[in-house]
């Protein structure tokens, strides 16, 4: 939860476990909190997990996953510690 080094371009797995939640929203923060960005809306809760096809233009040392019900803001999680996207460099 937090400490991974994820590529830009490629898919990453963001998992969750809920009780009596039926739908949640999923934010992506590169500022370590700061503001919040939506990369999905309404997905079933009892799937557990989403498959996020990271854009290519994120790179940052400051990445937090946020995971709310979608039908209350109030509950909400966090990852616990930030994590890295890094673009791919290729050098010749």
């Known amino acids: 939860d937090g400490n991974e080094k994820w590529l830009a371009g490629t898919s990453h797995n963001i998992t969750w476990s809920s009780g009596a939640v039926a739908s949640v929203n999923i934010y992506v923060s590169t500022n ?3 503001t919040w960005t939506s990369v999905k809306k309404n ?9 996020w096809n990271v854009p290519s233009n994120i790179s ?3 990445a937090l996953i946020k995971i709310e019900d979608a039908s209350n803001s109030n509950i ?3 990852s616990s510690n930030v994590f890295s996207i890094s673009s791919l460099a290729l050098t010749y």
């Open 60 to 62: 940052t040392n400051e």
């Open 43 to 51: 997905q079933s809760a009892s799937a557990g997990q989403y498959t």
């Open 76 to 78: 909400t999680d966090i």
């Open 32 to 34: 370590d909190g700061s």
